[in-house]
């Protein structure tokens, strides 16, 4: 059986072809959207920092480490558009570029877990502590997105601000669809702080059961 019967008039008529999809408009400064943070491993580890399984980056050029993130957005107008942006864990410039990147990463726990940023109870503190950087892969918070200038300079979309839950919107956003505020500024009704994120109890297994033993990402 011919298969590609058709195939004459699809490749001398294009009127019936779809639209061409790839090239995107940036999506505004200051929108805000939930998303989901996936991580590209390096291969770069250092046991004495706690840089395990893999995860952070090394720079070839400038001796920069940093974790190489991917950002998907998940809801909203703008979902499955994709971010690229590094979090820092170390330059030899110095310690601001880590400092940012412990901040970005403490606000991202809060986005997720729902924890507000003034929250020092033992439980917050709690929420705040990951095993390694496999807990911040795949982690999902609201952010702003923000717009730079890319290696060739063109403009880019990037995610530099995690939206915690003191923000007047995070209960909406983190349940519904995206909002877009305009110029970089917050809009909407007030909500609901989102309640605080409870690790699983561990419970005692009985004394005839064998005891039960009960994934991140930086900037340059």
Known sequence: MNTYSNASSNWSDFNDAEAQQGAFDLIPKGTVVKLRMTIKPGGHDDHSQGWTGGYATQSFDTGAVYLSCEFIVTAGPYAKRK???????????????????????????????????????????????????????GLEFIARIDVEKGGKGEDRNVVKLAIEPDHKDYAVLMGGAPKVSSGGGQSGPAALVAPAFVAPARVAAPASQAPVSGKPSWAQ
């Open 83 to 137: 971010m690229w942006s590094n979090v820092g864990l170390h330059s030899n410039k110095g310690p601001a570029w880590g400092q940012m990147g412990r901040s970005f990463i403490r606000a991202a726990l809060n986005s997720a877990r729902g924890i507000h940023p003034k929250d020092n109870t033992p439980q917050a503190a709690a929420s705040r502590r990951i095993e390694s950087f496999a807990d911040l892969d």
